[in-house]
């Protein structure tokens, strides 16, 4: 049972224009959320976190909204460019306990092509 | 500035060998995990380790063992590999629960081992 879900395995924007990724999850004793950006032969690294108790958080090109009601989170890049082409994953933490390790739980992606 | 560090990057094994797959950060991070990732399925946590000395089973720990040899070094064994078990596999670390901090975690680049 996926507690965190990407339901679109690949999206394709024109360079310039609006990418827009989508989370929905399931427990709600998640307290943070985070995406991750992964290039092929890479490992993932850390684009953009949002806390449960915020709606939205912004970096730059790269903004996270959290619709907590909805149990849904989304990521927007504007504008988008060609560099951005990656596999995005967005990832949940359920702190189990004090002094616990902070586990992630993984969507299973979402292939972003920016296309020139 | 290696961060994390996994070796072998690629491993073709037959089924019943073992082998282990070696992980060390230099971040001085309490916290290090193994993930597995497999298409349309995300990355899966295996184990964890909270801080040096301890270790725990994440989501998929069947047919896998970790040793936390230190704060730097987390390593994961086969005993008996499994075509199950080929998959690209990913050490990661994070500061842990020391202070405030959003349970970002830092990848390795990845190991691809593939069971014949």
């Known amino acids: 049972d996926q507690q965190v879900k990407q339901n679109s395995p690949s999206l394709s924007v024109q360079e310039g224009r609006i990418s827009i990724l989508n989370c929905d999850y399931t427990?709600?004793?998640?307290?943070?959320f985070l995406w991750y950006k992964k290039y092929p032969a890479e490992g993932p690294t850390f684009l953009i976190s949002?806390?449960?108790?915020?709606d939205k958080n912004e970096d730059g090109r790269f903004t996270v909204f959290l619709n907590k009601s909805a149990k849904h989170l989304s990521l927007h890049i504007v504008p988008s460019q060609p560099g951005d082409s990656a596999v995005y994953f967005c990832?949940?933490?359920?702190?189990?306990?004090?002094?616990?390790?902070?586990?992630?739980?993984f969507g299973s992606g979402t292939q972003l092509t920016v296309l020139p | 500035n290696a961060g994390v560090t996994q070796t072998p990057k690629f491993q073709v094994l037959k089924t019943g060998q073992s082998m282990t797959l070696q992980c060390a950060q230099d971040?001085?991070?309490?916290?290090m995990y193994w993930y597995r990732q497999d298409p349309g399925m995300g990355l899966r946590l295996i184990y964890y380790?909270?801080?040096?000395?301890?270790?725990d089973k994440g989501e998929v720990p069947n047919g896998y063992n970790v040793s936390r040899l230190n704060k730097r070094e987390f390593s994961l064994r086969l005993e008996s590999a499994a075509p199950s078990q080929t998959s690209v596999y990913f050490c990661?670390?994070?500061?842990?629960?020391?202070?405030?901090?959003?349970?970002?975690?830092?990848f390795g680049e990845g190991s691809r081992l593939t069971v014949l």
């Open positions: 990661a670390s994070s500061v842990g629960d020391r202070g405030a901090n959003t349970g970002e975690l830092f």
């Open positions: 427990n709600s004793m998640f307290d943070y």
């Open positions: 949002i806390s449960s108790i915020k």
């Open positions: 990832a949940a933490r359920v702190r189990l306990y004090s002094g616990s390790a902070r586990q992630l739980t």
């Open positions: 971040m001085n991070h309490n916290s």
């Open positions: 380790s909270a801080s040096e000395g301890t270790t």
